[in-house]
């Protein structure tokens, strides 16, 4: 079946630009999360949805940064006046159900450069 | 907070030898953890978990990792190092006490050479 898709791949904007990820999660997982991995270092949780709300956003690094799900399927992260640090990988997940136990399964990723 | 380390930035074996990548964790309460691999250009791929029960844990392609409580460790390996086995892996753990965001390792690089 199909996995968890990203677009776009890769992004690269301006230093103060807009930009939008978006995540398409596999069909009927309920839970859906974003992380983001800087070079050398593992994924680092942004934000998690249960549905079309956002449980936990205790990731986002500030208010530049916001994400929604409005159907309970696909997400879109928003980043608002982009700097040089937001540069990273943006990955998105998405598991069957919100259980602590339950694996999450990832996508390919965006590749964000901001120049 | 919980958090993991992998002490090895990279790990070199020979294919046809065992190999063994480290994880050790800190977590309050009981832990949920978990093995991913990372092929370039590629996303997350899942291996295995462990939940509760045995401590020797099995998983995908030949991978398996045990927990060692007292340790605090879940170090994957597999019996037979293949070529193909040459990716990047993470260790990442969730408490059993509620929350949902993974908190992965630094990952650790694996040559496997012929």
């Known amino acids: 079946g199909a996995g968890v898709s990203q677009t776009p791949s890769n992004k690269v904007t301006e230093k103060g630009k807009y930009v939008e990820l978006r995540c398409d999660p596999i069909?009927?997982?309920?839970?859906l999360y974003w992380y983001r991995q800087s070079l050398g270092q593992g994924p680092e949780f942004l934000i998690y949805?249960?549905?079309?709300?956002?449980?936990?956003d205790s990731g986002l690094p500030n208010d530049r940064f916001f994400a929604v799900r409005p159907e309970g399927s696909v997400s879109t992260l928003k980043i608002q006046r982009t700097e040089r640090g937001d540069s990273a990988v943006y990955l998105c997940?998405?598991?069957?159900?919100?259980?602590?136990?339950?694996?999450?399964?990832f996508g390919p990723g965006t590749r964000l450069t901001v120049l | 907070a919980q958090s993991v380390a992998q002490p090895e930035d990279q790990v070199n074996v020979a294919e046809g030898n065992p190999l063994t990548v480290k994880c050790t964790y800190s977590?309050?309460?009981?832990?949920?953890l978990f093995w991913y691999v990372q092929y370039p250009n590629r996303g997350l791929q899942f291996l295995l978990k462990?939940?509760?029960?045995?401590?020797l844990v099995k998983g995908s392609y030949g991978f398996e990792a045990e927990f060692n409580k007292s340790q605090t460790s879940f170090h994957l390996k597999k019996p037979s190092a293949l070529v193909s086995d040459s990716a990047l892996y993470f260790c990442?753990?969730?408490?059993?006490?509620?929350?949902?965001?993974?908190?992965f390792g630094t990952g650790t690089q694996l040559k496997v050479e012929l």
């Open positions: 462990y939940i509760t029960g045995d401590n």
């Open positions: 977590v309050s309460g009981n832990p949920y």
């Open positions: 997940a998405s598991s069957f159900t919100s259980a602590s136990m339950a694996e999450q399964f």
């Open positions: 990442a753990v969730r408490p059993t006490g509620g929350g949902n965001k993974l908190t």
């Open positions: 069909s009927g997982h309920t839970a």
């Open positions: 949805f249960q549905g079309t709300g956002a449980a936990d």
